[in-house]
Nanobody, 113 residues
């Protein structure tokens, strides 16, 4: 299983970014997929999830600002992030579980004030 996240960068507060995660080595359409983030000095936290049926859930801090989605044909997971805040600064990881956790390499999102 390989997960490759991309799309991070530097953005001003209030701006937007779209993260992508390309998956290979799994039957992507049947797996629940997640975005996590880890800010400096903090524990990794679950940001958003989407199950195989397309049902989504979000951390309270990003509800109404972030949208998780998936394209099963392209085997790609997305995270649209709007109205970004300084506190959203973190390394973002895509994740799935199949007998064990699989993690992508992570992509850095930096939000400046």
């Amino acid at each position: 299983v390989q997960l490759q996240a991309s799309g991070g960068g530097l953005v001003q507060a209030g701006g937007s970014l779209r993260l992508s995660c390309a998956a290979s080595g799994i039957n992507f359409r049947i797996y629940n997929m997640n975005w996590y983030r880890q800010a400096p000095g903090k524990q990794r936290e679950l940001v958003a999830s989407i199950n195989s049926g397309g049902t989504t859930s979000y951390h309270d801090s990003v509800k109404g600002r972030f949208t998780i989605s998936r394209n099963n044909i392209n085997r790609t997971l997305y995270l649209q992030m709007n109205s970004l805040k300084v506190e959203d600064t973190a390394v973002y990881y895509c994740n799935t579980y199949h007998q064990r956790d699989f993690w992508g390499r992570g992509t850095l999102v930096t939000v400046s004030s």
